[in-house]
Structures are given as structure tokens and as C-alpha cells.
């Protein structure tokens, strides 16, 4: 049971690997985001494939987890907070958006009260 685990986990992490790197192909991923989803999908296909893995073994010491099933979990906790880091920064972007918008907006206004100051003064 523990080997099929294992090849299912292993499967995802290079299908995560390979969707982002097509994602950064296509230009749809900036760098800052691809090298923490590329290290992600790193860390998933180590953690999968190979459990007696020097860093495996150093993770289970220090966290008291020896079994697979735990090592995931810790990755989806992983995973879970880069969810969050997005949340944030899409929350930030969405502020800067609308007051960029609002700004854009009065400018506009002045824009076109200038306007009509200018043909009124120039009028026949």
C-alpha cells in the first residue's frame, strides 16, 4: 500500500513540476510565484519517492513523524499557507486596483472640467 502511495504522490509532483513549468512557458507565472511552486513540487516528489532519504529521515527526527501519510500532511500544511501568501497578495492588488481606478477616475473629471473651461474661454 505504502509503494502505490508513493507513485501517486510521485505522479502529482511532476505533474505539478510540469504544469509549472509550462505555466512560466507560456508567461502566465511570474518568477517570484514559479521558484516557490517549483520548490514545492520539488520537495512533494522527494518526500514521495524516496521516504529514506537523508532529509526524510533528518524531517521525521525533528518533527516526531515517521509515516508517509504525516509527511503529507506537513506538505499540504505547506501547501495551505502559499494559498494564504497568494490571498494576501491578491487582496493588495485588488486595494491598489480600485484606488488606481478612483484616481483614474477624478482625473478624468478634472480632465474634462479643464476641457470645457478651455472652450468656454476660447467661445465665440
Not at 509549472?20 to 516528489?45: D, F, M, Q
Not at 524531517?59 to 497568494?86: M, N, P
Not at 474634462?112 to 472652450?119: C, D, N, T, V, Y
Amino acid at each position: 500500500m505504502l509503494i502505490k502511495i508513493q507513485i501517486i504522490l510521485g505522479t502529482l509532483s511532476i505533474g505539478l513540476l510540469i504544469f509549472t513549468l509550462e505555466l512560466i512557458r507560456k508567461k502566465r507565472l511570474r518568477e517570484e510565484y514559479s521558484i516557490l511552486w517549483l520548490s514545492t513540487g520539488v520537495a512533494t516528489l522527494v518526500f514521495s519517492l524516496a521516504p529514506m532519504f537523508f532529509l526524510t529521515k533528518f524531517f521525521s527526527r525533528i518533527t516526531g513523524l515517521f509515516y508517509l501519510s504525516a509527511a503529507v500532511l506537513i506538505i499540504f500544511l505547506f501547501l495551505l499557507l502559499i494559498v494564504l501568501h497568494f490571498s494576501v497578495v491578491i487582496s493588495k492588488l485588488t486595494d491598489r486596483n480600485k484606488d488606481l481606478a478612483q484616481r483614474y477616475a477624478l482625473l478624468e473629471l478634472e480632465f474634462l472640467e479643464f476641457k470645457k473651461q478651455r472652450i468656454s474661454e476660447a467661445g465665440p
